[in-house]
């Protein structure tokens, strides 16, 4: 074995090779087993023999075929034990004249790996599961992330996150959800659930909706990471690679959204120079090859137009170089693509840079009443294009009205700051 792979700390491999193989695991034991609470259990248990043995024997050469290999055994014994016990369960019943099913050949199911990736994946956004269940229950079986980690990103308590991730896999169960790739008409559907879920665990770290932290890097970086391994599992299918694209362009402000004090700073305020080259170099190439499929004419959607938009701001050395009006033309084609409120108010901030405040207004104010009415959404960009356009008063009580709305401490001192200027 290389020195330099002696020199590595056991402990920072395990993890290391855990949260790049955890998803390959247990995606050909679920192909093995049928039971992804099984096939989970088996994967941690050769998580728990890499703690008990890398630190005495060694970090292995290939990690992830150590892994692989040790959870292999771990099924193969597993089916034995189940089958000794079905035949002296059989023995006492009388019943040896029955035929007996064949114990699975484990040893015949090791191929097409990133296959059992892409079947994880939708298996982990089964239609039976809520949008909540699906978001865990793909950072714990693809993105490999422990329960207490998961638990910390979304804000709840260890006990509770365990139990909603139990609960996912029971009605996975109850279900009978196969895991093979859905075709046709539900592939594309839950195609669509797939990415709605990655889309919605990277903005929950890019914006958090509570607490005290303004993002949650670990959430959003592991959403990028799930995107990558969607793109490389669908390289044909330009909405993925969509999703690739403007996760990693919006991804790639995350070191500038913060001054040193931990001050959030706000878009147009941030020094872009501090924005990820290499996440920006990333999503570019996504989207290339994205518009090339486009160009066959393979369609696209909601995801491959905000990358187009993401990177009209990439491109931008400064915010005042930033083409509103082409941002403001995508707008108006993506509500035309995927209508909704929250659409709209970007349309409406997109409007009113480059056509004025008050043609931004106007778009907010053709909201149905109501319209993300329990969100600081409407308010805080309402609050900023009043101010733009000189209305401070009204500036002042829009900002107000988003900070009692807003349940992250960051946000909430941005916008009384606002508030207060006004």
């Known amino acids: 074995m290389p020195a330099q792979t002696r020199a590595k700390d056991p402990n920072e491999a395990i993890v290391a090779a855990w949260r790049a193989e955890s998803?390959?695991?247990?995606?050909?034991?679920?192909?093995?087993?049928?039971?992804?609470?099984?096939?989970?259990?088996?994967?941690?248990?050769?998580?728990?023999?890499?703690?008990?043995?890398?630190?005495?024997?060694?970090?292995?050469?290939?990690?992830?075929?150590?892994?692989?290999?040790?959870?292999?055994?771990?099924a193969i014994d597993h089916f034995r034990r189940a089958d000794v016990l079905r035949r002296k369960v059989a023995e006492l019943e009388h019943a040896g004249g029955r035929e007996e099913p064949q114990?699975?050949?484990?040893?015949?199911?090791?191929?097409?790996?990133?296959?059992?990736?892409?079947?994880?994946?939708?298996?982990?956004?089964?239609?039976?599961?809520?949008?909540?269940?699906?978001?865990?229950?793909?950072?714990?079986?693809?993105?490999?992330?422990?329960?207490?980690?998961?638990?910390?990103?979304?804000?709840t308590t260890e006990s509770t996150?365990?139990?909603?991730?139990?609960?996912?896999?029971?009605?996975?169960?109850?279900?009978?959800?196969?895991?093979?790739?859905?075709?046709?008409?539900?592939?594309?559907?839950?195609?669509?659930?797939?990415?709605?879920?990655?889309?919605?665990?990277?903005?929950?770290?890019?914006?958090?909706?509570?607490?005290?932290?303004w993002m949650r890097p670990d959430l959003a970086n592991e959403a990028m990471r799930l995107a990558r391994m969607l793109a490389d599992l669908a390289p044909e299918e330009p909405e993925v690679l969509g999703l690739q694209a403007l996760l990693e362009l919006q991804g790639s402000r995350m070191p500038a959204r913060l001054e040193n004090d931990g001050t959030p700073v706000l878009l147009e305020a941030q020094d872009r120079k501090r924005w990820d080259q290499l996440l920006i170099r990333r999503g570019a190439a996504a989207l290339q090859q994205a518009e090339r499929l486009a160009a066959r004419g393979k369609p696209v959607g909601r995801y491959f137009l905000q990358a187009s938009i993401a990177a009209q701001h990439a491109r931008a050395a400064?915010?005042?170089?930033?083409?509103?009006?082409?941002?403001?033309?995508?707008?108006?084609?993506?509500?035309?693509?995927?209508?909704?409120?929250?659409?709209?108010?970007?349309?409406?901030?997109?409007?009113?840079?480059?056509f004025g405040p008050d043609a931004g207004l106007a778009v907010l104010d053709a909201l149905p009443a109501g319209a993300l009415s329990e969100s600081?959404?409407?308010?805080?960009?309402?609050?900023?294009?009043?101010?733009?356009?000189?209305?401070?008063?009204?500036?002042?009580a829009a900002f107000t009205e988003a900070a009692a709305l807003t349940k992250n401490e960051s946000e909430r001192a941005i916008l009384r700051r606002r508030a207060e200027k006004n």
Request: proline residues 5%.
């Open 376 to 396: 600081p959404l409407v308010p805080s960009v309402r609050g900023d294009l009043l101010e733009r356009a000189g209305r401070h008063t009204q500036a002042r």
């Open 318 to 354: 400064r915010a005042e170089d930033t083409d509103w009006q082409r941002i403001a033309a995508m707008y108006d084609v993506l509500a035309e693509v995927a209508p909704g409120p929250v659409v709209e108010v970007n349309r409406a901030v997109a409007h009113g840079r480059a």
């Open 161 to 213: 996150m365990g139990q909603r991730i139990s609960r996912a896999k029971k009605t996975l169960a109850q279900a009978h959800a196969e895991f093979e790739l859905p075709t046709g008409q539900d592939r594309i559907d839950r195609l669509d659930d797939v990415m709605a879920v990655i889309y919605l665990i990277f903005n929950e770290g890019y914006a958090a909706t509570a607490g005290k932290d």
């Open 103 to 155: 114990m699975p050949d484990i040893e015949a199911q090791l191929d097409h790996i990133e296959d059992d990736v892409l079947r994880l994946i939708f298996l982990s956004c089964h239609p039976s599961l809520t949008a909540e269940s699906r978001a865990a229950l793909t950072l714990r079986l693809v993105g490999g992330l422990t329960t207490a980690e998961i638990a910390r990103g979304f804000l």
């Open 23 to 74: 998803a390959r695991l247990v995606g050909a034991l679920t192909r093995m087993t049928r039971d992804v609470a099984l096939a989970e259990d088996l994967a941690q248990d050769a998580l728990v023999a890499a703690l008990e043995q890398w630190p005495t024997a060694g970090i292995p050469d290939n990690p992830g075929a150590w892994l692989m290999t040790t959870a292999k055994r771990r």
